[in-house]
């Protein structure tokens, strides 16, 4: 079967899923495999839940005509997202990629929020930012589409590359550049190339980038790019900086809109970048100011990212979605700064970080001792493997059980740590 027919099947079943625990009747199942699982193995039951067609890469004992058989599901799925993608080209709709070490999915958030207060927008569920979530997520955009914004994950060089040869993206931006998946990058050079695999495509292909001027290593990044679109604290077509954070972030608007104050439900400063990409991509495609202010004010973060909840009489900033170098010392800072008694630390291990991660927890531990705090507890990986003067805990489960006996009263926490530490369970009941 070729991609043209099997796009026609697709037209007719436009929902696309690779796992029969989400799937409904009438979706197109693609049987993906990974180290743990093999989606050929579903393909069957697939289709007696109510799939339409199952498309499988290896021979199956069945006579049912609605398995397609194909050389590879997940090349089948890439390349099927890249000809419907290609189907918008003539009605020059654009496709905005955002990536970047810290940030990338808030700002993603905040951007689709605003231009959805205007346009009919298409965007990343979650942080579906991999080979199999992004051209699931080009699958997922119907032909009523005005604006589509698509998040990029990556965590070796060629990632971004090979995500923009099917997204084929006419806008994007690069959040930052920062210490995260060192072990994958190599170096922070490395991370700087990968990233910037995303303005590569721009470059070649006429389109537009969106930089934060306060990080000066974007003018050599963005060079020679058609249109580069600035925001920042001094520089940009939009520029802002904080008006207070404490705990939510203000900005006091300096130039490019007729704004003059926004009050967001984030935390902390570092996520002033973020807002102010989000600003400069409403005023590039001209939304309403009005819609861009009450898109941002009403945006509530989720999923463990700059959320500040209340718990048992204490007020939580639960920012563990994820944590490398680079956003662990920018929300330690915050923290550090924040008007507040009874301060508590509780942070969990960096990963992916290879010969540089002990050199990296030790540089928080060193970070941590400038600031008065009430009690630091480390949990987890390295900082296990490093001396230092805190409560140690192996295991988010570990610090779940500290919370629960400490009986905690009008405390401020920091809980932050990266992904594969979950340490979200500090709160669970």
């Known amino acids: 079967m070729n991609i043209d027919q099997l796009y026609s099947i697709y037209k007719d079943n436009p929902s696309v899923q690779t796992d029969t625990r989400k799937l409904q009747r009438g979706d197109l199942f693609f049987a993906l495999k990974g180290p743990s699982f093999n989606g ?12 339409a067609w199952s498309v499988i890469d290896e021979d199956i004992p069945s006579t049912d005509k609605r398995l397609i058989r194909v050389a590879d599901a997940l090349a089948t799925l890439q390349e099927l997202a890249k000809y419907h993608r290609s189907q918008f080209s003539n009605r020059k709709i654009p496709f905005i990629a955002i990536t970047g070490s810290n940030g990338k999915t808030t700002t993603k958030e905040l951007v689709s929020a605003v231009l959805s207060s205007h346009y009919k927008t298409y965007t990343t569920k979650g942080n579906l930012n991999n080979h199999i979530g992004i051209p699931l997520t080009l699958l997922s955009v119907r032909e009523d589409a005005e604006m589509a914004v698509i998040e990029m994950g990556a965590n070796h060089l060629g990632e971004i590359k090979d995500y923009c040869s099917y997204t084929l993206p006419t806008h994007g931006v690069i959040t930052n550049c920062g210490k995260a998946h060192l072990e994958g990058f190599g170096s922070m ?3 700087r190339k990968g990233k910037g695999e995303l303005f590569d495509f721009l470059r070649a292909n006429n389109g537009t980038a969106f930089i934060n001027t306060d990080e000066k290593y974007f003018e050599d990044m963005s060079k020679n ?12 077509e939009v520029t802002g900086v904080v008006k207070t954070s404490d705990p939510f972030l203000e900005l006091r608007m300096k130039s490019g809109m007729g704004l003059s104050l926004i009050q967001t439900h984030l935390v902390g400063q570092y996520n002033l970048p973020n807002v102010l990409c989000a600003l400069a991509f409403g005023k590039y495609f001209n939304v309403p100011e009005e819609k861009i202010k009450k898109a941002i004010e009403d945006y509530f973060p989720s999923n463990s990212r700059s959320q500040l909840i209340e718990k048992d009489g204490n007020q939580v900033i639960m920012d563990a979605y994820n944590a ?5 010392v920018a929300a330690i800072e915050n923290f550090g700064d924040l008007i507040a008694e009874n ?6 291990a960096m990963m992916e970080l290879g010969e540089s991660s002990i050199a990296e927890h030790e540089a928080l531990i060193a970070l941590l001792q400038k600031y008065k705090w009430n009690k630091v507890i480390l949990v987890g990986g390295d900082f296990g493997k490093i001396t230092h003067p805190y409560i140690y805990l192996k295991t988010s489960e570990d610090a779940k059980k500290w919370f629960q006996q400490a009986h905690l009263k009008g405390a401020h926490l920091l809980i932050k740590g990266s992904r594969s530490m979950q340490m979200e369970k ?3 009941a």
């Open 225 to 236: 790019i058609a249109h580069v679109i600035g925001y920042g604290t001094d520089k940009g």
């Open 324 to 328: 490398n170098p680079s956003s662990m």
């Open 189 to 191: 050079e490395g991370v």
């Open 40 to 51: 050929n193995q579903f393909a069957l039951k697939a289709l007696e839940i109510g799939a």
């Open 343 to 348: 301060k508590i630390v509780i942070l969990g």
């Open 426 to 428: 500090v709160l669970e």
